[in-house]
């Protein structure tokens, strides 16, 4: 049994790094498709029409392909998994390039902030700076996840 | 041809109603599978562990829920379409309740800033504060989406 990284043993500074995933023209149209069938999202020559020039996914499509690459590095993480309770929310999303077929995303988070859970002593907040970067290491996507950790048990 | 709804046009207050959409365990399931592969989003098994106590969806599913029921309303309107020129982000994303396989979600965005761009002035930013309510009128899920939006075309 790994011992679980808890509230207490995170600092401010501390990064984490996912990735990388090639995201290919087929599962662009499928995500849009199903849930953000706007034209520029499912076809070049639609996208030829707009400031986005050719094929782009969807900015929700994005962040699931961050959802999708965080979870595969905490799963072979345990001891990160065992004290993670999820997340509240997400501040400051902001969507600075076009993901485009064929682009390979790897992302970075780092800790911006700690606070204990007054309400809830059992809790602590974790919120991160996470940085979504291309294959030409441009910043895609970057967003401040709130999320809620695990705080080491009182000693009995 | 419908006059475009232009960033002039609107104003804060103004309020845009779309959904219902009901989910199914499958879908919950699939999505999870593919981008969010945590086990309490899996199985209910796995969420009885857990302080979800039973399956529900990944907060990114919601959100690509919200976009499903968006765009549909949007396309519904082609005088709104015309003129929207999509989002560059969201702020104050926040999951309140878990959504559950066979909830029926809907939901409600209201305009509450507007802005002028002074970098580009054929476009304005548009914030409106988004509320996802299941079937009970509980709120799952707020956000606040940052979106662009063309401005009147000047007079030649």
Same mark, same amino acid.
């Given at each position: ?64 392909? $961050?959802?999708?690459?965080?979870? !595969?590095? +905490?799963?072979?993480? =345990? ?7 999820? @997340?509240? *929310? ?42 979504? $970067?291309?294959?030409?290491?441009? !910043?895609? +996507?970057?967003?401040? =996840? ?7 048990? @009182?000693? *009995?």
């Amino acid at each position: 049994m790994v011992e679980p990284v808890y509230f207490e043993d995170i600092a401010v500074g501390d990064s984490f790094a996912f990735g990388p995933l090639t995201v290919t023209r087929d599962e662009v149209i499928a995500f849009a498709a199903e849930f953000d069938p706007q034209p520029f999202h499912l076809s070049d020559e639609a996208a030829a029409a707009t400031h986005f020039g050719s094929l782009s996914a969807s900015g929700w499509h994005t962040t699931a392909l $961050f959802m999708k690459m965080f979870v !595969a590095e +905490m799963q072979r993480e =345990p001891a990160r998994q065992a004290a993670s309770l999820g @997340a509240m *929310g997400v501040d400051e999303l902001r969507w600075l390039r076009p993901v485009r077929p064929g682009d390979t995303l790897r992302g970075i988070s780092e800790v911006i902030d700690l606070k204990a859970s007054r309400s809830r002593p059992e809790m602590g907040i974790v919120k991160n700076r996470v940085t979504i $970067f291309n294959q030409k290491d441009e !910043a895609v +996507m970057t967003m401040v =996840p709130i999320a809620m950790w695990r705080t080491r048990p @009182a000693q *009995g």
